[in-house]
């Protein structure tokens, strides 16, 4: 079991490109959530995935942000026009079934835009 | 306002000490967890643990949903022990897993 994986790493972007942060949950997880950490605002949730369908994006910014789950093997987190202040580190997680279960992180990756 | 408090902030222990870390909660939860982080690292599933106590070596995390609080006692710390440490809630009826803002432990030899 490789747990959840997160690519890239790390991800460096000039103001007002793209970046595209990738995730694949565990083997058998059917909920994905994404999160951002910074110092100032710790970890905020973004939004999450039940079976590939979209249940929670209350915690997107409106403009910019946008998810996807294509299939279940893996999740991707869209960034447009990215800003510095979208500089963060961008956790996803997945768990069983989404209720009442365990979390399992992936290692993050660390936007960081010029 | 801020859904799950943390206490405290931040603690310094010589090693060998005991430290208890408080979560505190305003809403209602389906479940608790604690999480282990180093600078720089990935979140690490301590406990999952909705109600009452659990262990894990030096770890006890007990959770007491009517008095909406839990925490995390770290008995003889180590060095090794340094880092943040977060709670975490699923909030009830809605599935959202929402994070106090940690407490950061150093632990000095």
């Known amino acids: 079991n490789a747990g959840v994986i997160q690519t890239p790493r790390h991800k460096v972007t000039g103001k007002g490109q793209e970046a595209t942060l990738w995730c694949e949950p565990i083997s058998g997880h059917s909920a994905v959530f994404w999160y951002r950490q910074t110092i100032v605002q710790g970890l905020e949730f973004l939004t999450y995935?039940?079976?590939?369908?979209?249940?929670?994006d209350s915690g997107m910014p409106k403009e910019r942000f946008s998810a996807q789950m294509p299939n279940q093997s893996h999740s991707t987190l869209k960034i447009q026009s990215t800003q510095p202040q979208d500089s963060a580190v961008y956790l996803c997680?997945?768990?069983?079934?989404?209720?009442?279960?365990?979390?399992?992180f992936g290692h993050g990756t660390k936007l960081s835009v010029l | 306002g801020q859904q799950v408090q943390q206490s405290p902030a931040s603690l310094v222990l010589q090693e060998g000490e005991n430290a208890e870390l408080q979560c505190n909660f305003s809403?209602?939860?389906?479940?608790m967890q604690w999480f282990y982080q180093r600078p720089g690292g990935s979140l690490v599933s301590l406990f999952y643990?909705?109600?009452g106590t659990k262990h894990s070596g030096r770890l006890t995390s007990t959770t007491v949903i009517k008095e909406r609080r839990s925490s995390l006692h770290i008995s003889s710390s180590q060095t090794t022990d340094s880092g943040t440490y977060l709670c975490a809630l699923e909030r009830a009826n809605t599935n959202k897993v929402v994070f106090g803002t940690g407490t950061r432990l150093q632990v000095l030899p």
């Open positions: 643990n909705p109600s």
């Open positions: 997680a997945s768990s069983l079934d989404g209720q009442n279960e365990r979390l399992f």
């Open positions: 809403t209602s939860l389906n479940s």
């Open positions: 995935f039940r079976n590939q369908a979209p249940i929670d």
